[in-house]
């Protein structure tokens, strides 16, 4: 049976299935929301900045670009909250799994590793996803007005907090992985996502005290 989807869901709906209504939804899920609300904000910034008038050349190649940009990233995050969802009902069966010989137990472990595999991919691609928001609010800051630089703030706090926890839900898979060049190759990808979340978050606050510095000083 294929999970329900709650990406169509209303906010209400979905926050009930997360505080125990359902046992399907949970902190990655979460995360995605995080993540899609980030996009979300961005575009909003974008498509109230197209409306100003007397922008630079760069700041319309800006605005340009997050048009282009962000409504796919938006709704690849969205996407996310479904596969998280199916993700972890894997993982879940696999657990289930019965233990009581030799053969079921390698069964059970090698249908774990296959789930924790894509509990892994899920978060990654999130966290990907999210770090490009992020970005993309930074980059953006300087092309926009203060009427909506706080909208593009809060983007990038919720694009770090749903690629932060998804990382962290990427290593705490990884952990549980039999295979050691599977957990090294995973921990690799994590540790590439982490250093470049550090290298965007320096280059947002650049871009703020340049352009916004109560703002950054203010974080």
């Keep these: 049976m294929s999970a329900p989807s ?3 869901d209303s906010l209400r709906s979905f926050l009930l299935s997360l505080s125990g209504r359902s ?3 949970a902190g990655g899920s979460a995360l995605a929301v995080a993540g899609a609300s980030a ?3 961005v575009s909003l910034a974008c498509h109230l900045a197209s409306r100003t008038d007397g922008r630079s050349q760069q700041d319309e190649e800006t605005v340009g670009h997050c048009h282009i940009s962000v409504d ?3 709704h690849r995050i969205e996407n996310l909250i479904d596969e998280d969802v199916v993700a972890y009902q894997q993982v879940k069966r696999a657990l289930r799994l019965p233990q009581s010989n030799r053969q079921e137990r390698e069964e059970r472990r090698a249908a774990l ?3 924790l595999l894509q509990a892994i991919e899920i978060p990654l691609q999130l966290a990907t996803a999210s770090l490009e928001v992020y970005a993309m609010a930074a980059q953006t800051i300087p092309a926009v007005s203060m009427a909506v630089m706080g909208d593009l703030i809060a983007a990038m706090d919720l694009a770090e907090a749903s690629a932060r926890g998804s990382l962290r839900n990427a290593k705490i ?3 549980s992985l039999s295979a050691e060049e599977a957990q090294r190759l995973a921990r690799s ?3 590439e996502l982490e250093a470049r979340l550090e290298a965007e978050q320096a280059e947002a ?3 703020l005290m340049q352009t916004a510095p109560d703002y950054a000083n203010a974080g």
């Design 72 to 74: 796919p990233l938006l």
């Design 173 to 175: 898979n990884a952990s």
């Design 113 to 115: 590793d296959t789930a």
């Design 39 to 41: 996009a979300a904000l």
């Design 205 to 207: 606050q650049r871009i």
């Design 23 to 25: 046992h399907e939804v």
């Design 189 to 191: 990808r994590i540790a």
């Design 6 to 8: 709650y990406v169509d």
